[in-house]
């Protein structure tokens, strides 16, 4: 039996037990959530036809989105302070090409269908990103508190996956010859914004990525029912599944039953729609 972890003022489990949480979570992801998305990635493009050659190009693509994603992301870190998340995301891959302002309308007009998804689940993604990167960076600048290193650790896992899943959609964007999104998800944005403001210590941040996370998993619920082809609705279903694991852990990490809930924390016996984009 290991040992118990001390408890820390806002954080309502053991250490022990997150850090075992957090490595399963990405243990399964890279095991089978990665390869589900490679999968999904490629045959999304090749569906569309737009595939320039075998299915290695494009893990080579879904690959090298990713890596971009995370350089963008330790050079926030490395800033040492929390940025508007809308800014933050225009750094995301490097890219100096001009994004959607947030009173612009989103997704784009030129995406339709399967596309138009893609980029909704993108930009939520990048918000997940830079939502994580504030609150490691807010951390980091000692702004919340004492926070545990297995909190720490966990966030930095589940912003390493919504970058990952970011890249994924960006791939299929890319495949088709439509510009990659960067952007954090316009209608959202401003309320992650002033909410991330107000946060002060672990419970608030937690919290906070509690509402990204569920409607990250709620909008992939309602939105792979609407997909046209198979390959859009199995790369959704790769990734949904991971954003409820999220949700789990950050109610553990509350104190809170780790499932699906209504507001008064009565359970649910299937996960809701009500707060998908």
Partial sequence: MSKKSKSTKGFRGTESELVSMTSD???????VGMPAMEAGVSEMIEH?????????????????????????????LAMGAAPSLAAAASRADGSASRLHSLDAAFPPANLKGDLAVAAVAASLENLAVFAYTAGLSA??????????????????????QHTQHAAAWNSVLAGAGKQKVTVTYPPLTPTIQADFAKVTDITGLAQLALTLETVAAQTYQAETSMLKSSAAIGLSSSIQPVEMQHIAILYYVLGEYPGAQTSAGTPVAFNPTNQAV
């Fill in 139 to 160: 951390a980091t600048a000692g702004k919340l508190g004492t926070v545990p290193p297995a909190v720490a650790q966990f966030a930095t896992t589940v912003k390493g």
């Fill in 48 to 76: 569309m036809g737009e595939a320039p050659g075998p299915k290695s190009n494009s893990r080579r693509t879904f690959l090298i989105g990713t890596g971009a994603a995370f350089a963008g992301g330790a050079a926030l």
């Fill in 25 to 31: 979570l990405d243990q399964l992801h890279h095991d």
